[in-house]
Nanobody, 125 residues
Framework: QLQLVESGGGLVQPGGSLRLSCAAS????????IGWFRQAPGKEREGVSC????????YYADSVKGRFTISKDNAKNTVYLQMNSLKPEDTAVYYC??????????????????WGQGTQVTVSS
């Protein structure tokens, strides 16, 4: 059974940091692009970051560029999203997703085949 499980969310003050994890089971991440998405109440889901399978190239939304870093540990079959300098507007449910697009990754949700259940990130003082 193919499964993605996110963890690491929580409540953090503005300016703080969190590291989200996305652990895969039932398949290897070696051949899948992995994306992080988020959805705030009343807003559409947006692509935050992604990492390709072929060469580890990455993409970041302008809103998180310079603050968030995506990385992948193939040995642990896990992808991470390090989030620094968090802002209240980063508050959302964060989802990871896998796409069988080996040579690139995309910030568009329709490209992704498998999704995790999400983890809540709340940035508030």
């Amino acid at each position: 059974q193919l499964q993605l499980v996110e963890s690491g969310g929580g409540l953090v003050q503005p300016g703080g940091s969190l590291r989200l994890s996305c652990a895969a089971s039932g398949f290897t991440l070696d051949y899948y692009a992995i994306g992080w998405f988020r959805q705030a109440p009343g807003k559409e889901r947006e692509g935050v970051s992604c990492i390709s399978a072929s060469d580890g190239s990455t993409y970041y939304a302008d809103s998180v560029k310079g603050r968030f870093t995506i990385s992948k540990d193939n040995a642990k079959n896990t992808v991470y999203l390090q989030m620094n300098s968090l802002k209240p507007e980063d508050t959302a449910v964060y989802y990871c997703a896998a796409a069988s697009t080996y040579y690139y990754c995309s910030g568009y949700s329709y490209e992704y085949d498998y999704w995790g259940q999400g983890t809540q990130v709340t940035v508030s003082s």
